[in-house]
């Protein structure tokens, strides 16, 4: 027959009385029994912060959301303008917009 107790460990000699927590006092889910999956999937929790790293992110993730909204600043100008080149038979270019009608 299985013993109850053999999960926990051996009592020591100079035991006084409290056990060790289960738990390492590192702080966050390092110390958590947790799956390999788990662990691989979410990496970010384990790890130590890293501020060379999370400022490099910072720069990175503003730099992409500036040009999707410069990108976007720029389609919205040129939506307005509608402007082209007419070129006539002399040779000579003329900038022209584009005609609209009364319902636009």
């Known amino acids: ?45 384990f790890v130590k912060p ?7 992110g910072l720069v990175a993730i503003t730099g992409c959301v500036a040009y999707i909204g410069y990108m976007h600043a720029m389609k919205e100008n040129k939506a307005d303008e509608l402007v082209y080149e007419q070129y006539r038979p002399d040779g000579s270019t003329e900038w022209t917009k584009t005609k609209r009608s009364k319902w636009d």
Do not use: C, I
Request: aromatic share 6%.
């Open 1 to 45: 027959m299985a013993d109850k107790n053999a999960d926990s460990p051996a009592p020591s000699s100079n035991n006084t009385g409290s056990q060790k927590p289960t738990h390492s006092n590192t702080g966050g889910l390092r110390g958590v029994r947790t799956t390999s999956l788990f662990r691989a999937v979410n990496f970010e929790l």
């Open 50 to 56: 890293n501020k060379a790293v999370m400022a490099f």
